[in-house]
């Protein structure tokens, strides 16, 4: 069942979209300095997504806009949730992450990444989510700020097993 947002027709992804999400993923990814052009990891993510696409109920959803006129998906917007030992701020300890935001050059500027971004953002309100994090690019932190997200000094550190 279609989403409704402002602009264009959002829907939720279905595990028949799991190639064009990972196609759009990779757009994402090579906008991104100190990004890897590498493709193989496609083969093993395929499956992956596919299941995860096809869990309704599940921490993760990805809403994207279709691209009638060429076939496959304009816009993608992925995101999970995941539960944290409550605070101050926010007992329940329910947390969204958005973790790829991405629209095919050519339908670029027409909305459809706010669509989605808004449909993923209800997704979370439904689910209880009290905090939202993403990592943004320059480029993409205008759209981010006219959500209402806020740049935070926040340290990250990263160990790759």
């Known amino acids: 069942m279609p989403v409704m947002t402002r602009g264009p027709r959002v829907r939720r992804a ?16 090579d906008s991104m300095a100190r990004s890897s052009p590498a493709t193989d990891w496609h083969a093993d993510a395929l499956p992956v997504l596919r299941a995860k ?8 959803a990805a809403f994207v806009v279709d691209r ?3 076939g496959g998906l304009a816009a993608l917007v992925a ?7 409550g ?3 926010d007992p329940h300890g329910t947390d969204g992450y958005v973790f790829s935001v ?10 459809c990444a706010r669509a989605c971004m ?9 689910r209880g989510a009290r905090r939202i994090r993403l990592t943004a690019t320059a480029q993409a ?16 550190l990263e160990l790759r097993l």
């Not at 190639?19 to 990814?29: A, F, G, K, P, S």
């Not at 808004?118 to 439904?126: M, N, V």
């Not at 959500?147 to 000094?153: D, E, I, K, W």
């Open 53 to 60: 696409l096809a869990e309704p109920d599940g921490p993760f």
């Open 102 to 111: 991405a629209t095919d050059p050519d339908t670029r500027r027409q909305g």
């Open 141 to 156: 932190e205008p759209l981010y700020a006219s959500l209402g997200f806020a740049r935070r000094p926040d340290p990250l």
């Open 14 to 29: 279905v595990a028949d979209d799991a190639e064009e999400v990972l196609r759009l993923r990779q757009v994402m990814i």
């Open 118 to 126: 808004e449909a993923l953002l209800e997704w979370f309100r439904e």
């Open 79 to 85: 995101g999970s949730i995941e539960y944290r030992i």
């Open 87 to 89: 605070g101050a701020h």
């Open 68 to 70: 009638p006129e060429r």
